[in-house]
């Protein structure tokens, strides 16, 4: 099969380096890739749908992989199935589950999903009256894609009051001219991503996100410095109420709306002390979720997502390996504010088969590796069990050559 896989983070580097150890894999293209996918590359952007769906019939691809969120909602797999091609990824309707906050909430009501209470709000006086009214802690959504960054814990009524303004103010341009305002639950929280075909979902082993940038979960938002999966207090029967309360109505209710989700469903979840709750929805794998499960899953993967792109998930089994990994990010010093870029980097002559170092944000320029992005490298190891997955990954952060590389110390610990 010829194979496109849209996008060039390091998930997109962990999903071309499954798919090109696949047996099925004839060419394989990436759009528009980094330096860890450079053979690959193709220099079309993520977001090009005209250009993608061009190259996607000129070079006979058989099926595109869409990783990140903008272009599922902006409506490349619609445009590549007007084209009779199959696509792993939502069409534009089912990508609302991520693109718009209000209607995930829709549906997770419809559907009878377990979720946090929550009101959308239209106007910024009826927002600031609602806080006065229910006090703090309380959550403020922006309800469209804000890159992670739309989402406001607030301690206090007085930070509630500023966020409703800052993102109804357009800190977030249109995504903010919605907002949601949410009960604040507590809890652990874990990622469950699902392979799906509109019908079956299959699930993938549950992960750990580290979303904050420094040590012990303190400093602001990122996209995620590091992921362990699965862990430590995840379990058969939580997986299997994950599946039979949140995914399995979820694809039920975009069925019934016309809307049959196919790719991947990936459920923010929260083990609150009154049972699990669905924080958010995505429509596509996570990053660095994805790092990890790459190094995990033992099942040849197109087979996998073929069958999500045209059916028959049914007959398709996805096997893991029973065993834990871990991906630490090493982000460009600065990161997630300004940081620069050009940084050389130099990697480790050998790499052993149970590690990998997946590419964020980086480009060949001559014969030097430069970063070329805020996460740089998903630093990724397996390991017979957490503990040891974390040493082998820490152990191969030691054999970077990365000047003023910022990661935690304490993923997975
Ligand atoms: P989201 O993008 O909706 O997953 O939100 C980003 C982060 O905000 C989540 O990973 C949680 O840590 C936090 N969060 C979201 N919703 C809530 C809520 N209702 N209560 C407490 N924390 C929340
Ligand atoms: N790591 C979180 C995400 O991909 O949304």
């Given amino acids: 099969m ?14 071309a380096w499954k798919i090109a150890a696949s047996p099925l894999c004839r060419r394989l293209y990436v759009a528009p890739g980094n330096g ?17 769906t061009e190259f996607a019939l000129r070079q006979k691809v058989d ?43 829709e549906v997770m009501a419809a559907a009878g999903v377990p979720a946090a209470a929550s009101r959308v709000f239209t106007e910024q006086a009826a927002a600031l009256a609602y806080i006065d009214e229910t006090g703090a802690p309380i959550v403020i959504k922006a309800d469209g894609l804000a890159a992670g960054k739309g989402v406001i814990v607030a301690r206090t009524q ?15 341009g249109a995504a903010g001219a919605r907002i949601l305002i949410e009960e604040c639950l507590t809890g652990r929280e874990v990622s469950l991503l699902c392979f799906c075909d509109g019908e079956t979902a299959r699930p993938m082993v549950a992960v750990q996100d580290h979303k904050r940038a420094r040590d012990g ?30 995914v399995r109505p979820t694809l039920l209710e975009m069925k019934r709306r016309g809307a049959p989700f196919t790719g991947t469903l990936f459920v923010g979840l929260m083990l ?52 834990a990994a871990v991906c630490v990010v090493m982000a460009a010093p600065g990161y997630p504010g300004a940081y620069p ?7 480790p002559r050998e790499i052993p088969e149970y590690a990998a170092v997946f590419h964020a944000g980086t480009i060949w320029r001559e014969d030097a590796l430069l ?18 997955a974390r040493a082998r990954a820490y152990a191969l952060t030691e054999e970077i050559g990365f000047p003023g590389a910022h990661f935690r110390r304490d993923i997975a610990r």
């Fill in 2 to 15: 010829n194979i496109l896989v849209v996008g060039g983070g390091g998930r997109e580097h962990a999903l």
């Fill in 36 to 52: 860890g996918t450079a053979e690959w590359n193709v220099p079309i952007a993520a977001g090009d749908i005209p250009a993608l």
């Fill in 63 to 105: 099926l595109t992989v869409i990783g990140p969120e903008e272009p599922l909602t902006l409506g490349l797999a619609d445009a590549l199935r007007a084209e009779n091609l199959a696509v792993f990824g939502p069409g534009r309707l089912a990508a609302r589950l991520e693109g718009s906050k209000a209607f995930a909430k």
């Fill in 158 to 172: 007085a930070e509630a009051r500023q966020a409703v303004q800052s993102i109804m103010g357009g800190a977030f």
């Fill in 217 to 246: 979960d303190e400093g602001p938002n990122t996209g995620g410095m590091g992921v362990c999966a699965p862990p430590p207090f995840w379990t058969p029967a939580l997986e299997a109420e994950a599946m039979a309360k949140v």
């Fill in 272 to 323: 609150t002390a009154d049972g699990l709750r669905v924080l958010e929805y995505n429509v596509r794998f996570g990053d660095p979720e994805t790092q990890a499960l790459m190094m995990l899953l033992r099942s040849d993967i197109v087979p996998l997502l073929a069958a999500c792109a045209s059916g028959g998930l049914n007959m398709a089994a996805a096997l893991w390996r029973p065993e």
């Fill in 341 to 347: 870029r050009d940084i050389p980097i130099t990697l």
């Fill in 371 to 388: 970063s070329a992005g805020g996460r740089v490298l998903g630093v990724t190891a397996r390991g017979p069990d957490l503990a040891a």
